[in-house]
């Protein structure tokens, strides 16, 4: 199957201003008057809807470079320094103090002729890291706006907080670790009962979520078994935690539904609330995970393209997944057992995941009652997701670390959707290959990873090089 271009996430419509990632703010500063060896225009039309591109700023003098290097506005996020002509004899080298003493990243832009990275300006970058400045190589146009959005996001992330309802119970405790991703990355972890999401509930009315469902459903939906009282209820879910994410002017949410919701007895599950939110520009995830969380974070609001999180089971753990599932859940002959060991599946409250319609093969999601788990018997009530993923397509893994300071990032194919008969618990579970899985799952500290199509390894490691994060690669 050949591969396709995956279309952007898809939005009903325009999200609210802190559901968008910033423009980058970039400040062209010109060794001396005269031509500059970059053309800022032509790099103004191509980070169109990344950047802006402030006007060229020639320096003068010694005096003037100190000056202007400590009073830049607070909004800038990265300064291009610009030659005239490409030389290695210029005023960041000469007075580098300013530079230091500012901590403003320094970005040396690759050759638009050649779209190759400018020769010259490999030792000034080694010259003024060493120093302690941040510098950028740009080595072609494809790495530059990776680059210029990842500084965006930078700023995005800092000014973003995202809600977990429940009891923090689960390793993913917020009130524990929270901290750590506010210390390292500005995002804040609000913690909420679930009765903040209960008591909104008299709000809605039946006629009102029946009207919402006609205009949202877009083709996108199929009731599959729900039954019309608990689609009823997901709606209103979803309006409840609609309500608080617009109050705490959050990015994004998840319930601790297997550590306090469904034990507790209740089937208000918002796996309808979080297809319908990410459709309005939220990230949401299962179980209040809040690491799996910001790695949607990371990856919805840097890429503009949909992911999903789900559990990850090696199928080489055969007795676990029997003692989870009451079945190994193995893969089918064709996959020889030699080559399990890279090999994993993904599932979640008896299907894929929650998994978004422009994600699988047919553009829709199916709605069932909950799926339940081994242990806690589907009962019909409730309203679970059934999203497919598509067979032969590759796929990014990425998983944020509990501390906060290390990105986990592979790459993979999607081998098959599989459908489990007399499971009502597991009615679908995704198989993929996974590049190295056993260095992988011994590394990424959690059950729970985020996948979305395509390869994106290389930007996702420039990303975690701009937040302060180490890039693992598998």
Not at 44 to 70: D, F
Not at 164 to 177: K, L
């Amino acid at each position: 199957m050949a591969t396709r271009l995956y279309p952007s996430r898809y939005l009903a419509f325009p999200p609210l201003p802190h559901l968008q990632r910033p423009l980058a703010c970039i400040q062209p500063i010109l060794a001396r008057p005269g031509k500059p060896s970059v053309d800022v225009d032509l790099l103004r039309s191509l980070l169109k809807g990344y950047a802006t591109v402030n006007e060229i700023i020639p320096v003068q003098s010694p005096e003037h470079w100190n000056h202007l290097i400590h009073n830049l506005d607070d909004s800038v996020d990265a300064i291009l320094p610009l030659s005239n002509p490409a030389y290695p004899t210029e005023i960041w080298n000469s007075h580098p103090q300013a530079l230091i003493d500012r901590g403003i990243p320094l970005v040396f832009w690759s050759l638009l002729d050649h779209d190759e990275p400018d020769f010259w300006r490999y030792a000034a970058r080694d010259m003024l890291h060493t120093l302690g400045a941040t510098v950028h190589i740009v080595r072609n146009t494809q790495e530059g706006i990776a680059l210029v959005k990842s500084m965006a996001m930078k700023r995005f992330l800092e000014q973003s907080k995202v809600v977990v309802f429940g009891e923090q119970n689960f390793p993913w405790n917020a009130n524990a670790v929270g901290h750590r991703v506010a210390k390292n990355l500005g995002t804040q972890i609000i913690v909420r009962p679930l009765l903040d999401i209960r008591s909104q509930y008299p709000r809605f009315s039946p006629a009102g979520i029946q009207e919402l469902w006609e205009k949202r459903r877009h083709n996108r939906y199929v009731e599959k078994g729900v039954r019309p009282e608990e689609l009823s209820q997901a709606l209103c879910t979803y309006l409840a935690i609609r309500a608080i994410l617009e109050e705490e002017q959050a990015i994004g949410f998840g319930v601790n539904c297997f550590g306090d919701l469904v034990i507790q007895g209740g089937r208000d599950v918002p796996c309808l609330a979080q297809l319908l939110l990410r459709e309005e520009g939220y990230v949401a995830c299962c179980d209040g995970d809040f690491i799996a969380l910001m790695s949607m974070a990371l990856s919805t609001y840097f890429l503009d393209k949909p992911c999903m999180m789900s559990n990850l089971y090696p199928v080489a753990y055969v007795g676990a997944l029997a003692d989870h599932f009451g079945d190994p859940l193995s893969p089918p002959e064709k996959y020889p057992r030699a080559a399990w060991s890279n090999f994993a599946r993904l599932a979640h409250c008896g299907f894929v995941g929650v998994v978004s319609a422009e994600m699988t093969s047919s553009g829709l999601t199916h709605l069932h009652d909950w799926g339940g788990t081994y242990e806690i018997k589907r009962d019909g009530r409730g309203c679970g997701a059934d999203g497919d993923l598509i067979a032969g397509e590759p796929v990014t893994v990425v998983s944020l670390v509990f501390d906060s300071k290390r990105l986990m990032i592979t790459g993979g194919t999607v081998a098959e959707t599989t459908r489990h008969t007399g499971m009502p618990h597991c009615e679908a579970s995704a198989l993929l290959e996974i590049r190295n899985l056993p260095a992988f799952f011994d590394s990424v500290s959690r059950d729970h990873v985020v996948i979305m199509y395509g390869d994106h390894v290389a930007d996702f490691a420039i990303l975690a090089s701009v937040l302060g994060l180490e890039a693992c690669l598998f």
